[in-house]
């Protein structure tokens, strides 16, 4: 990826750790569907190989302003550095047998531009309707009148939550991360 989508402004807030989801380890993938950018639906809880599912609070598109103050908000910028930095190793991930999710809660069709923008090796997953929200109780915030989840990262086996990064900063680093979790459990 270009190094200029993969590069954080400087001075940008750390987000810390509210604790919101400590309840996450250990627990199941809930029986939900959500739309995939190839035009299906995937239910994560079926998949029983090594999952490893980034959530982040939206992307930009270009021409179009991301809310005021974005870059004031710890830990709300850098979806699409996180984004590349998936895409950079996704090889690496697929060589630790981990196949990769991106998940937000924009709706599809805003997903597949920016897919198909950055050439990303996966797909991306809309929760427009939040059912990890309710299913998982994922942490979220609010700007204006938008909701949106907080980043974070999870990592599944067989249907079970066995790791959760949070939170997630820098996010352009989130991947090198994983794979040495990943790394580390072998």
Wanted: with cysteine; proline share 8%.
């Amino acid at each position: 990826m270009s190094s200029q989508l993969s590069t954080l402004p400087v001075g940008l807030p750390a987000p810390i750790d509210d604790g919101l989801a400590t309840h996450l380890e250990g627990m199941l993938l809930p029986k939900v569907s959500l739309k995939s950018t190839r035009g299906y639906l995937v239910n994560l809880s079926e998949i029983k190989q090594r999952l490893v599912i980034y959530v982040y609070p939206l992307t930009g598109h270009p021409g179009v302003a991301l809310p005021v103050g974005w870059d004031e908000i710890p830990g709300a910028r850098g979806c699409t550095p996180q984004a590349c930095d998936f895409s950079d190793h996704h090889q690496a991930l697929q060589h630790l047998n981990a196949t990769v999710f991106g998940l937000s809660s924009q709706h599809t069709d805003y997903q597949l531009e920016l897919k198909s923008r950055l050439h990303l090796p996966f797909d991306l997953l809309s929760d427009s309707d939040f059912l990890l929200l309710d299913t998982l109780k994922l942490p979220v915030f609010r700007v204006k009148k938008l909701l949106l989840y907080k980043r974070l990262t999870l990592i599944a086996e067989h249907g079970v939550i066995k790791k959760v990064f949070y939170p997630v900063f820098p996010p352009n680093q989130n991947a090198a991360q994983v794979i040495d979790w990943l790394k580390n459990q072998s």
